[in-house]
DNA sequence: ACAAAAGTGTTTGCCGTACACCCATGA
DNA sequence: TCATGGGTGTACGGCAAACACTTTTGT
């Protein structure tokens, strides 16, 4: 969205959500713009699609600019085209969002010349983004929203090995609500996804907790069925 | 997608599914095209996004365009852009689906002069369709079975009045699968957001059945829940 | 010994599912 | 009177929900 002539035609770009989750808070990155137009603006990392790109990869190289990590999967989950909603013109937009897991890590060095800085938002702090981008943020929450409740997402979120009370946290922190200790360890061991590890927690200053990992081969296996969070 | 330039940039579409449940049987509008490429072929409805015009409006138009109908309630539900799947160019389309009363007009006038004919297929004998289509087809085919779900859309399907039996065998139909008829009386009416009329059918050979209205005053009020049809 | 979080079972109510017969109507 | 679909109730099982105390560990 920089660079651009004065005037043209349609253009293409892609914008993604990347959330990751870090200290109990669920964050997402943000692009804080050094150009006009929305300078000084927080922005969702997007930029344009190349002709001879598929979009898919439009996306992945984005998130690769953005953080330095590939192989994450990505999930396309709107393409906003109203008019005006890029001021120099039309400009159409897909929309992908990305589950990170921020072990070790955490610094984010965006290649991108025309951002400031890149930062790690708790989504529950994002202030006015420029563009349409709150409504692109709000449509991608609401997607993975849904979508934790029934497909095993969480896990992308998670170092390799995790609690069972980080995952709770991860399950309630997107929920947005307060879930029973009980319940969700019955019914998410219920599900039979989860490997239990003959290893504990460090560092605590209280009793260690198990550590899991999901078990990809048996999600595979046990489930055509769906998962399912209500309270 | 026709008078194309020998060579051009990116360019946009919209392809629209168009469903309509008619004679028990679920079915969406084809064109036959009558150009190259894919000439003969069947296709989804579409056309390109004009630059002065939101993508939403476009899908409306191409559908009035198929159909005569406006005011029609379309979904966005996903967006092709590989590569080559246009063999002209770089063409990326947002598919688009519309659910549509089929009452007593079913005569269809396309306006768009490039296709032979329209046609309304039943979803079960839909043949391989020109570009990509097939694949977006059966995308949104799984978007309306997964939404019916929880969704109240089956309505937009049905004449405004309608027997229950009709409405369970368009969930049959969706669903490809049979459900049972006490089940489904008990639930549907359970939701409450029936309203039943003091009028039966007509011009049936065996007892008439009650005719109902869906109630969209009642479904406002009562669902922030969900709908549920498994078995 | 205290603080902090880990870990653990039971009861209850509701909802999904299975299942079969009589009724009303038109031909 | 027959054929065709319309219309109806009950019993069972499983899962979601509510709910509180003991255990472990580090400081």
Redesign the pocket.
Known sequence: MENLPAHFDSVFTVDCIIFGFDEGELKILLIERNEEPFKGWFALPGYFVEHTEAIENAAKRILYESTGLKDIHMEQFYTFGALGRHPHGRVITVAYYALIRLTGQKEVKPITNFAKQAVWMNVKDIPQLAFDHSRIFRKGFEKIRNKISYQPIAFELLPEKF????LQNLYEVILNKKL????F???ML?YDILKELDE??K????????LYKFDKRKYAKNFQKEL????
């Open positions: 609690t069972l009370t980080q029973d200790k009980r319940n360890r019955k019914k219920s504990k927690q560092g605590v200053s209280y009793r260690a907790a198990k399912s969070f209500g309270k």
